[in-house]
């Protein structure tokens, strides 16, 4: 075989681990990348190793590349690479045969494909690598013409044949594919891959504030009929953030009632690390940092934590908390700029764009959070800083999604007062329309709320296909009303809750 | 040849310049002050067996060079560190010989700047720190975690060399399944007399290791409603006793506190090891009070504990506040006699928590807040001293802050304590250590436990929980892990005297 040959086919695994990398799982290195940090400092090496094995701060080292996709698709790329090359070469030295059928490019394809999960540290390669170099470097010493047998063939050895130049790399792919086959196809094409995927580039979308983006990610999801608590949230996020929270919250059905609204606080750490949104957009930052520090205690100190950990201190006057997260930001290899930023936040003792609605309450009296409902938390909130508009709107859509017509009813006239809002959004004329039932006619007629003959038309129509029972057949526009919703959804909603409570409580 | 050998010659001459160390400077003017050194050591009293202390010095303008010179004093430097760095790490084993000929007297820190903008030296008035004839007990023994609210990950209890920095861990959650694992506590400090902690999990329990033989005992004992909880071990090695604590957390909404933890239920149990019996009674335990933090006295003849009205359903977590009182403990019969209230903080809208009676038995240090007992979230948590002879209690001014002091516990001699503090950043608990004169009941300046670099508080986020001294390492990590991992959780008979 042409020496020149192995590099042609490593030319082929990069490209093809590259391509995988960067445009079929860019979701994944940008995962581990926001859940492990390298840090350049002797303690976080020695802290690394002890608590996460002797590898972990290598393996930290390597992801951290992926900060930038493309060059953390190369790094990775390289690094099994490379690994394709040792075996190659430990092969001849070992045996003094060359791998001609590529067997070899199996290892590195396994290693890709070990890659692509979130649910593992990405340390397979790395541990690979290191023992596959201590095996090359021993082979490079001790193998070759010191062993008799390698020796052997090594002089004897014919010139390659000419066939091979062509055959070799024929079977590199082909063993590409058999690796492909075996290891990787499950992983990048399977549905839960999809899934990852949307949740995780959502999530990225939520971080950078790009709502708009995030509404179409989580309305393709909630369009698939799939239930999932943070699309739920994210995209409830987002309808705020670009208006339209109450038009459109019951667009598609709300499986998750009042929870769509936030995460409820259940010790989970997975869930830990995205609570923290929707008390950051409120200034209930007390709240959003409990959140991040959960995160952080479940994750370890990674940048996104560490970023917000600085924010939230620096928001709630507590510098000396706040430098010692800077600190360690600035230790790391790419997050230098944001550090600077936060440095200069942290002199002028104020983040842009963080809004700190507690700013001067007393502690006293003291005052608990309400870790399970946000409606208390946002009446709280709306108390101390009664320009919040976020605040006012998810109180009332809480007291909506509970089909609490009372407290309802309460909030409009507290927050939404008449001489203001005569003419308010469909979804509360909506369900005045229906707690008209229940509070009679007159009781809601006299707040002077305005009732679109509309929305009149569209309830007597619905009351009609509703009393046809099981045999009811709604169209579009009845599903996404608040009646639907109260009627339809909301028993399952508490039925759910209900046996969740149970589950939790056994 | 002979211009090989002068480069031999020269190089082994700026070898020896160099093993020499740096000349001192002398300041071309003095400033009335002193720089502030972080962590803060200027006036502290050592212990002959300390490590060195490692510090940044932080003058109020733009330093170009430091210059820190270490003494006896009336002596000559033994120890000169200059550098263009404000930290100082000092050479441990320069820094021990000179305590080792200091004790009984006093050592300086001689600190010299240069000042960037006009390049002169400035000198300040010499930093004198006491050096005590009292050792200090060899190990420090505390948990180490991030300081958070609910969840938990890394977490372990390890121990410290209090003479060098070397760290070793006793028991880590990594190796136990991520299984939580606290309130560890000792007999006479002596970890092969008796030492204790809780593991909660799947394998969760009590492990009770006494002479180096480690056994699991239920944490939830039956006939009581919460498992045990915050220990106190009697230093003859025989009984420990519990509080039982049914404890849920809740957090602020504004403030700087972020989370208060609340008994909801409390009651106190004292276990046998010899027996493996339990006893608790009425005087001690059941709905209408919440008893937690015991303690024993040296003799081991009576409890001292925090005691608050029990919860009912409209009781504000804000208004729960603990009084200390004491009971009697008859060895022979387990029963509880001779309840009286020690210092009623709750007439004074204050609250007791840690009670710890020092090995003579005359002190008895706690910890005061205005309420509730997780003081270690209380901004004004303070240490206060009850001397049991007269009575008389005073905040202890000479080691408080102006943050949160909390934990506290005696030397096996009661020449030193040991306490928690947030003062270096409000956040992660710090060990302070300081000097005890039983006779008089003063506490020397508190220093935070030296570390070997000058940037360790600083960056370090986790938090240092239930600092414990010990006169000894332990040794019986394989045993301890064991227990966990290898043992069922013994049940304990919980004889509930009437």
């Known amino acids: 075989?042409?020496?020149?040959?192995?590099?042609?086919?490593?030319?082929?695994?990069?490209?093809?681990?590259?391509?995988?990398?960067?445009?079929?799982?860019?979701?994944?290195?940008?995962?581990?990348?926001?859940?492990?940090?390298?840090?350049?400092?002797?303690?976080?090496?020695?802290?690394?190793?002890?608590?996460?094995?002797?590898?972990?701060?290598?393996?930290?080292?390597?992801?951290?590349?992926?900060?930038?996709?493309?060059?953390?698709?190369?790094?990775?790329?390289?690094?099994?690479?490379?690994?394709?090359?040792?075996?190659?070469?430990?092969?001849?030295?070992?045996?003094?045969?060359?791998?001609?059928?590529?067997?070899?490019?199996?290892?590195?394809?396994?290693?890709?494909?070990?890659?692509?999960?979130?649910?593992?540290?990405?340390?397979?390669?790395?541990?690979?690598?290191?023992?596959?170099?201590?095996?090359?470097?021993?082979?490079?010493?001790?193998?070759?013409?010191?062993?008799?047998?390698?020796?052997?063939?090594?002089?004897?050895?014919?010139?390659?044949?000419?066939?091979?130049?062509?055959?070799?790399?024929?079977?590199?792919?082909?063993?590409?594919?058999?690796?492909?086959?075996?290891?990787?196809?499950?992983?990048?094409?399977?549905?839960?891959?999809?899934?990852?995927?949307?949740?995780?580039?959502?999530?990225?979308?939520?971080?950078?504030?790009?709502?708009?983006?995030?509404?179409?990610?989580?309305?393709?999801?909630?369009?698939?009929?799939?239930?999932?608590?943070?699309?739920?949230?994210?995209?409830?996020?987002?309808?705020?953030?670009?208006?339209?929270?109450?038009?459109?919250?019951?667009?598609?059905?709300?499986?998750?009632?009042?929870?769509?609204?936030?995460?409820?606080?259940?010790?989970?750490?997975?869930?830990?690390?995205?609570?923290?949104?929707?008390?950051?957009?409120?200034?209930?930052?007390?709240?959003?940092?409990?959140w991040v520090f959960e995160a952080m205690v479940g994750w370890g100190e990674t940048a996104p934590l560490l970023n917000y950990m600085v924010e939230y201190n620096i928001a709630m006057g507590r510098p000396v908390v706040a430098d010692k997260f800077l600190c360690k930001l600035e230790q790391s290899t790419f997050y230098g700029r944001r550090a600077e930023f936060l440095r200069g936040c942290l002199a002028d003792g104020k983040v842009p764009g963080l809004r700190y609605a507690m700013e001067g309450v007393s502690p006293d009296p003291v005052r608990w959070n309400n870790v399970i409902n946000i409606g208390g938390e946002t009446k709280f909130i709306l108390l101390k800083d009664p320009e919040n508009e976020m605040a006012r709107q998810y109180l009332l859509m809480s007291m909506l999604l509970v089909g609490n017509g009372d407290a309802a009813v309460r909030t409009l006239i507290e927050h939404y007062p008449v001489a203001e809002n005569r003419v308010l959004p469909r979804l509360v004329q909506e369900a005045l329309v229906m707690y008209r039932m229940s509070m009679g006619m007159d009781a809601i007629n006299s707040l002077g709320y305005e009732i679109s003959p509309e929305v009149e038309n569209r309830f007597r129509e619905y009351m009609v296909e509703n009393a046809k029972g099981a045999n009811a057949r709604f169209n579009i526009g009845q599903r996404r009303s608040y009646w639907y919703y109260v009627q339809h959804i909301l028993p399952r909603v508490n039925h759910d809750f209900s046996r969740k409570q149970a589950q939790s409580q056994s | 040849m002979n211009k090989f050998f002068s480069y031999i010659v020269a190089i082994l001459a700026a070898v020896a310049a160099a093993a020499c160390g740096p000349k001192s400077v002398s300041p071309d003017v003095m400033s009335p002050e002193a720089p502030a050194m972080n962590p803060d050591y200027a006036g502290v009293t050592f212990p002959p067996n300390i490590a060195a202390p490692s510090f940044n010095i932080e003058p109020d303008f733009a330093a170009a060079e430091f210059q820190t010179e270490v003494g006896r004093c009336g002596q000559t430097p033994e120890i000169i560190v200059r550098s263009s760095e404000p930290a100082v790490e000092l050479p441990l084993k320069k820094w021990r010989g000179l305590l080792g000929r200091s004790v009984g007297d006093s050592i300086y820190f001689r600190i010299t700047v240069r000042d960037a903008g006009s390049g002169k030296w400035i000198g300040a008035p010499d930093v004198v720190c006491p050096v005590?004839?009292?050792?200090?007990?060899?190990?420090?023994?505390?948990?180490?975690?991030?300081?958070?609210?609910?969840?938990?990950?890394?977490?372990?209890?390890?121990?410290?060399?209090?003479?060098?920095?070397?760290?070793?861990?006793?028991?880590?959650?990594?190796?136990?399944?991520?299984?939580?694992?606290?309130?560890?506590?000792?007999?006479?400090?002596?970890?092969?007399?008796?030492?204790?902690?809780?593991?909660?999990?799947?394998?969760?329990?009590?492990?009770?290791?006494?002479?180096?033989?480690?056994?699991?005992?239920?944490?939830?004992?039956?006939?009581?409603?919460?498992?045990?909880?915050?220990?106190?071990?009697?230093?003859?090695?025989?009984?420990?006793?519990?509080?039982?604590?049914?404890?849920?957390?809740?957090?602020?909404?504004?403030?700087?506190?972020?989370?208060?933890?609340?008994?909801?239920?409390?009651?106190?149990?004292?276990?046998?090891?010899?027996?493996?019996?339990?006893?608790?009674?009425?005087?001690?335990?059941?709905?209408?009070?919440?008893?937690?933090?015991?303690?024993?006295?040296?003799?081991?003849?009576?409890?001292?504990?925090?005691?608050?009205?029990?919860?009912?359903?409209?009781?504000?977590?804000?208004?729960?506040?603990?009084?200390?009182?004491?009971?009697?403990?008859?060895?022979?019969?387990?029963?509880?006699?001779?309840?009286?209230p020690v210092y009623e903080a709750s007439a004074d809208s204050m609250s007791v928590s840690f009670p710890r009676v020092s090995p003579d038995g005359r002190w008895l240090m706690f910890t005061r807040s205005r309420y509730g007992n997780f003081s270690i979230w209380h901004p004004e948590a303070q240490l206060c001293l009850l001397d049991l002879r007269d009575g008389t209690i005073r905040e202890m001014d000479e080691v408080n802050s102006d943050n949160i002091e909390s934990y506290h516990s005696w030397s096996s001699d009661g020449n030193w304590f040991v306490f928690s503090s947030k003062r270096l950043d409000g956040l992660t608990a710090r060990p302070f250590i300081a000097s005890f004169d039983s006779a008089t009941g003063l506490a020397g300046r508190p220093f935070a436990m030296p570390q070997e670099s000058a940037g360790f508080y600083r960056l370090q986020t986790k938090t240092y929980n239930i600092p414990e001294l010990t006169v000894a390492p332990v040794t019986n990590q394989d045993a301890l892990f064991d227990g966990v991992v290898g043992q069922p959780a013994k049940s304990v008979m919980l004889i509930r005297n009437h």
């Open chain 2, 132 to 340: 005590s004839e009292h050792e200090i007990d060899g190990y420090l023994v505390y948990r180490q975690l991030y300081p958070g609210y609910e969840l938990w990950s890394e977490m372990g209890i390890y121990q410290r060399s209090l003479e060098n920095y070397d760290v070793t861990p006793i028991l880590e959650n990594k190796d136990l399944n991520n299984q939580c694992i606290n309130c560890h506590n000792f007999s006479a400090n002596d970890p092969s007399r008796g030492m204790m902690a809780h593991v909660r999990g799947p394998q969760g329990g009590t492990l009770v290791s006494k002479e180096g033989r480690v056994e699991k005992i239920s944490s939830r004992m039956e006939g009581l409603d919460h498992g045990a909880t915050y220990p106190s071990w009697s230093r003859d090695g025989r009984y420990i006793a519990f509080s039982a604590n049914n404890v849920i957390q809740v957090f602020h909404t504004a403030g700087t506190k972020p989370i208060e933890v609340v008994d909801m239920g409390a009651d106190l149990i004292v276990y046998d090891t010899e027996t493996h019996k339990a006893y608790t009674d009425a005087t001690i335990s059941g709905q209408h009070h919440l008893e937690t933090f015991p303690h024993w006295t040296p003799d081991g003849s009576r409890i001292y504990f925090c005691r608050a009205a029990g919860m009912t359903d409209t009781t504000r977590f804000d208004t729960v506040r603990y009084d200390l009182y004491r009971v009697d403990f008859d060895r022979q019969t387990g029963r509880f006699f001779n309840l009286q």
């Open chain 1, 1 to 290: 075989m042409k020496p020149y040959l192995k590099y042609i086919v490593g030319a082929m695994l990069f490209a093809a681990f590259f391509c995988c990398y960067y445009f079929v799982a860019p979701h994944i290195l940008y995962f581990q990348e926001q859940h492990h940090l390298f840090l350049w400092s002797a303690d976080y090496w020695r802290n690394m190793a002890h608590l996460r094995g002797p590898l972990y701060p290598l393996m930290a080292f390597v992801v951290q590349f992926c900060y930038y996709p493309a060059l953390g698709a190369a790094v990775w790329s390289l690094l099994l690479v490379l690994v394709y090359f040792m075996l190659q070469s430990v092969v001849y030295r070992l045996s003094g045969y060359r791998d001609l059928f590529q067997i070899t490019t199996l290892v590195p394809v396994y290693l890709c494909s070990s890659m692509l999960t979130i649910d593992a540290y990405p340390m397979e390669p790395v541990r690979w690598f290191v023992w596959i170099f201590a095996i090359w470097a021993l082979a490079m010493i001790f193998g070759g013409r010191r062993l008799p047998w390698v020796r052997r063939r090594m002089e004897s050895r014919e010139p390659g044949r000419r066939c091979w130049a062509w055959l070799s790399p024929l079977l590199a792919v082909v063993c590409l594919g058999a690796g492909y086959q075996a290891f990787v196809k499950e992983r990048v094409a399977g549905p839960i891959h999809e899934a990852e995927r949307t949740m995780i580039e959502t999530e990225q979308s939520v971080r950078a504030r790009r709502w708009a983006d995030v509404l179409e990610r989580t309305d393709a999801w909630a369009a698939t009929g799939h239930k999932n608590h943070l699309m739920s949230y994210f995209r409830a996020l987002a309808l705020y953030h670009t208006g339209g929270l109450f038009d459109h919250l019951l667009d598609y059905p709300q499986t998750f009632g009042i929870r769509s609204l936030f995460f409820p606080w259940r010790g989970d750490k997975n869930q830990a690390e995205y609570g923290h949104y929707v008390y950051q957009d409120l200034g209930h930052i007390n709240e959003a940092h409990r």
